[in-house]
């Protein structure tokens, strides 16, 4: 951990919780708190698949008392960038840092793999998740129409994204 993170993230709230790589045993626990955060969330299947691929990397942040699993990051390792694929806490873990701690590590990771920045893609309906990325010092720097396709639902249409960017200090 040789690079300073962004000023916006208290670092301490890192050494709160324990931060890992993913096991197998961890896939329900991740896999019901994706259910429980998004309206169409990653399957089993799909958190599966992304542990084979090399380039891509799931952490979990897990209770230093008893080891719960409160909240998880997927992200993808590029030559210039690390990119969020995926990122969610535990409803009931909320607004306790968890998830500025696994932002805080990312920004570490950044430094220490050389990359220049931190993407995330947020859909436009999901403000709450601006404004934690914002909290976490990223900035939107893009938006792209109609990244995300329309569901089976009446009246549904696509949605754009907002490309968020974050670099570390
Ligand atoms: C977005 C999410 C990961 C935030 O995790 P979290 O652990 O609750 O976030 P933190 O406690 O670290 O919050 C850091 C800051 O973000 C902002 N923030 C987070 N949640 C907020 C909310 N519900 N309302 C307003 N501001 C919020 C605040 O500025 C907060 O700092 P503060 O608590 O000191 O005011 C969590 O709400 C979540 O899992 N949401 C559903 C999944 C999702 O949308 N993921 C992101 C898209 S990939």
């Not at 050494?15 to 169409?40: G, L, M």
């Not at 990397?57 to 909240?71: E, F, H, N, R």
């Not at 009931?92 to 932002?103: E, I, N």
């Amino acid at each position: 951990m040789s690079r300073p993170i962004l000023p916006a993230i208290d670092p301490s709230c890192i050494f709160s919780y324990h931060i890992r790589w993913i096991t197998p045993r961890d896939i329900p626990a991740v896999v019901a708190i994706e259910s429980a955060s998004f309206s169409r969330p990653w399957t089993e299947a799909d958190f599966r698949r992304a542990l084979r691929h090399r380039d891509t990397i799931t952490m979990v942040a897990t209770s230093p008392k008893d080891d719960a699993l409160l909240g998880f990051v997927v992200y993808r390792l590029s030559a210039k960038e690390l990119e969020i694929l995926n990122l969610a806490v535990g409803p009931a873990h909320r607004r306790k840092q968890v998830g500025s701690a696994l932002m805080g590590k990312l920004y570490y990771k950044l430094g220490s793999h050389r990359r220049e920045r931190l993407m995330v893609d947020v859909r436009e309906s999901n403000t709450l998740a601006q404004v934690f990325f914002r909290a976490c010092g990223m900035k939107c720097v893009s938006v792209v129409r109609g990244m995300y396709e329309a569901g089976d639902g009446d009246g549904e249409r696509a949605e754009d994204g907002y490309r968020f960017e974050g670099r570390a200090g």
